[in-house]
């Protein structure tokens, strides 16, 4: 399994990025996915979370209702749409995938991990 995180970048508090994690030998029609944000000097935590029969999802209270987390079965992809971004968004973020079709906010229950993409907010 690999998954390949892309489109991270620098932006302008306001501004909006979309995160890409293109999967390989990991279909997205079961299990669930997440994305993790990880800032200098601080701990691995929970954005967002799907599980992909029912497509329930999980966001963190930091980030309801400005990112969207969805998944493209055809292009095997998961996405993070992150809008009004704030100088505290500024992080690491990684997508994960786990096997089993629950929703998880702990880094710790996922297996699969992308290689993190640099999302910096200038204030």
């Known amino acids: 399994v690999q998954l390949q995180a892309s489109g991270g970048g620098l932006v302008q508090t306001g501004g909006s990025l979309t995160l890409s994690c293109a999967a390989s030998?990991?279909?997205?029609?079961?299990?669930?996915l997440g994305w993790f944000r990880q800032a200098p000097g601080k701990g691995r935590e929970v954005v967002s979370c799907?599980?992909?029969?029912?497509?329930?999802?999980f966001y963190a209270n930091s980030v309801k209702g400005r990112f969207t987390i969805s998944r493209d079965n055809v292009k095997n992809t998961m996405y993070l749409q992150m809008n009004s971004l704030k100088p505290e968004d500024t992080a690491v973020y990684f997508c994960a995938a786990r096997n089993q079709p629950i929703i998880s906010t702990s880094p710790a229950d996922f297996i699969y991990w992308g290689q993190g993409t640099l999302v910096t907010v200038s204030s």
């Open positions: 030998g990991f279909s997205l029609d079961y299990g669930a």
């Open positions: 799907m599980r992909l029969r029912g497509g329930d999802t």
